[in-house]
């Protein structure tokens, strides 16, 4: 059997990339940062008893520890490395450009160097992202389009593309880089704006609150699902020749028409709930991003599956059966007062 390991193995991506790797009898052990909680939530659904699964196993790192990442490699011997741990969050790059740079640029190249140093073949998957093309040269984006970042996080996603190229051709790495542009799940981060939409929308509709406050409602974004992303990463660690690729779905709908479509969804009017709040607004914006996946759909036979519709209702679905656990928290409470 192969084994993986997986960096950010308990965020969005990880969750199914974990999920697709144990189908295809995948020994995998996923990095994680130790905290004073677990923070397992998304992939608790995986073990039968008590955190144990004969195929997944979790072991303590963090990418600002170059030291600790060559341990584990050393130690496991893994065929596989997928990079998907990050401060992800792109908004928050600007408050945390520091910290930022050094776990998604500097994190990047001390696990290449642990790859490099490897005692066995390694193949390598680098995530990176649509926001390396910022303010976009053109349209759509290709792996051929020029980058232009307009945030610390970004930027650090650039680095690590280069980097990963470097290792490639100077080292004989085979080492890809997955350009993946925004992909979502019921899954996906409250911060992050889709899901912060479809949370507060089935809040509003049970009535446990009235308004939602965002920001550039104009910015528009190509959105796919994350479940159909992660197959697109095991994939390309899959070929002959490493290679890097874009990933999308190649069309583009702006906040507000996905906020307009989950709200719609719920027989409500979004006019009557959404509000301006400049606070979420970035010191740099990226206005556009729409991708041209022709290379991966050709060379790796890969296509998203599930619809902008689909994705904005199945995350809706997903955040109404929350919503609907806290009212009836919310009602018992009441009741006994």
Known sequence: MKK???????????????????????????????????????????????????????????????????????????DEVYNLGAQSHVRVS??????????DALGTLRLLEAVRSSKKPVRFYQASSSEMYGKVLETPQTEKTPFYPRSPYGCAKAYSFWQTVNYREAYGLFACNGILFN?????????????????????????????????????????GFAGDYVEAMWLMLQQDKPDDYV???GQSHSVREFAEEVFAYLNLDWCEHVEIDPRYFRPSEVDILVGDASKVRKALNWKPKVSFKELARMMTDADMKIAEREKIIKDSEEAKR
């Not at 677990?38 to 979790?58: A, Q, S, V």
């Open 4 to 78: 993986a390991l997986i960096t950010g193995v308990t965020g969005q991506d990880g969750s199914y990339l974990v999920e697709l790797l144990l189908e295809k009898d995948y020994h995998v052990w996923g990095v994680m940062r130790r905290s004073s909680s677990f923070n397992t939530g998304r992939i608790d659904h995986l073990y039968k008893d008590l955190h144990e699964h004969p195929r997944l196993r979790l072991v303590y790192g963090d990418l600002t520890d170059g030291g600790n990442l060559s341990a584990i490699i050393n130690e496991i011997g893994p």
């Open 94 to 103: 600007f408050d945390m450009p520091i910290y930022t740079v050094d776990a």
């Open 183 to 223: 992909h979502e799940s019921p899954r996906r981060g409250e911060t992050f704006v889709t899901r912060k939409i479809t949370r507060a929308a089935t809040r509003i509709k049970l009535g446990l609150q009235d308004k939602l406050y965002l920001g550039n409602l104009d910015a528009k974004r190509d959105w």
């Open 247 to 249: 990933v999308a779905t």
